[in-house]
């Protein structure tokens, strides 16, 4: 056999020899392929329906409005309401900002999906921990292929925590925004002012970055003398391109009880603001005065009759308990108080110890009448002769 043709022998022995090895690697190449196809096609499949879920501040102050946001995705478009409801909180409060869901659309993997953005507010109440639990929605689609389906999707649970800065501490009626801004209004002012007269005022305060159910109870400044009417106050919410605000007008009506000079109004507002800590504005006041006794006027007037009639018992009391008894013994013979008379002169002799000589004095049978007089007998006049007697005896 000759060199060309032992050459050819061993070229076609190698090629016979590598040809399985490259269809195993060719078909192991292929199997890898179509796996990998495999495992693509069914990573984009579509989905039934899922919801994404966003809450971008999760450390807020308490009453500090957050905007929870769920976006549900289903493919194909909504065949019907979405239901859902809100979970009830201790330590918050969940409130749904619309009725009306946000439609969209979305294309992922060649796949036109529809969305429905649906905002929740959420208001934190107190300090801490505060979970939002799993939120579960109910919707009805059409799918690509045109099937009528209803499925159940549900949203991951979210964890907030609030905090009361320390300036806030000792303030209890306050709300956070980013702006506030006061209005008031009276009616006509007039020249004089009298008891029964109303003046009726309108107030209204505005914010940024809140709902109406936010905006805390106005309590109005009375001075005494005064009586307020407080009205039902009127709640507006409004959004402009995203930008949420709340207004709430108050009407009050003053009635005057009575005179005196009065200043209304005053009363300050508190908030917090994000950017720029507590802030605080007030309304400006409003003075007037009505002529008349004013009821300061009255209580002097009454203090100083009081005063009066202490003193005089005080006078009457000195009188009756620290004067000499010589003085009242005179006082009653001057005025003819016979019966007083007698009881002090049995007074003063018996501290004395002159009793009896009292007894014996001249004429002093005379004495026995005046005693009987006392307890109660007809009334006794004395002789001048008598009466001398008792000018003796003081």
């Given at each position: ?53 966003e ?33 009830s909180?201790?330590?918050a ?16 993997h060649?796949?036109q999906?529809?969305s ?7 208001i ?22 045109g ?14 925590f ?16 980013s ?10 002012p ?14 209204t ?27 039902e ?49 007030s ?23 009081i ?47 002159v ?31 008598e ?8």
């Amino acid at each position: 056999m000759s060199k060309v043709s032992l050459y050819w022998w061993l070229m076609i022995l190698a090629c016979g020899l590598l040809m399985p090895l490259a269809d195993a690697e060719g078909n192991e190449s292929a199997t890898s392929t179509a796996s990998q196809n495999a495992r693509l096609t069914q990573e984009a499949a579509p989905v039934q329906a899922w919801v994404d879920v966003e809450l971008k501040q999760r450390h807020p102050v308490v009453g500090q409005s957050l905007t929870l946001v769920y976006d549900v995705y289903v493919p194909g478009y909504f065949n019907g309401a979405t239901e859902f409801s809100l979970a009830s909180l201790s330590h918050a409060r969940l409130q749904q900002r619309s009725q009306f869901a946000i439609n969209g659309a979305k294309t992922m993997h060649g796949v036109q999906y529809a969305s429905q953005r649906w905002e929740i507010t959420v208001i934190p109440e107190q300090a801490g921990l505060i979970t939002i639990p799993t939120q579960s929605f109910k919707v009805k689609f059409i799918n690509a292929a045109g099937q009528a389906q209803q499925v159940n999707v549900q949203a991951q649970a979210m964890d907030i925590f609030a905090y009361v800065p320390s300036e806030l501490a000792q303030q209890k009626n306050y709300f956070v925004a980013s702006d506030v801004s006061l209005k008031q209004s009276w009616s006509a002012p007039k020249a004089d002012y009298q008891v029964g007269d109303i003046i009726r005022r309108e107030v209204t305060v505005k914010a940024s970055d809140i709902s109406s159910i936010q905006l805390p109870h106005f309590q109005p400044l009375v001075p005494r003398g005064i009586r307020v009417t407080q009205l039902e106050p009127s709640l507006k919410d409004s959004n402009n391109r995203g930008q949420q605000s709340a207004t709430m007008t108050l009407v009050l009506q003053y009635h005057i009880a009575q005179a005196g000079r009065y200043q209304l109004g005053g009363e300050t507002i508190t908030w917090w603001q994000l950017d720029q800590g507590l802030q605080q504005k007030s309304f400006k006041t409003q003075q007037f005065e009505v002529p008349g006794f004013t009821l300061q006027w009255i209580w002097s007037i009454l203090a100083i009759v009081i005063f009066l009639l202490c003193l005089s018992a005080c006078y009457w009391l000195y009188l009756k308990y620290k004067r000499s008894l010589t003085g009242r013994i005179k006082h009653a013979y001057h005025q003819q108080q016979w019966s007083r008379l007698i009881a002090l002169l049995y007074q003063r002799a018996d501290r004395r110890g002159v009793l009896a000589q009292l007894k014996r004095l001249p004429g002093g049978q005379w004495l026995v009448p005046l005693f009987s007089q006392e307890y109660g007998a007809a009334q006794y006049q004395l002789s001048e002769t008598e009466k001398k007697q008792l000018k003796k005896i003081c």
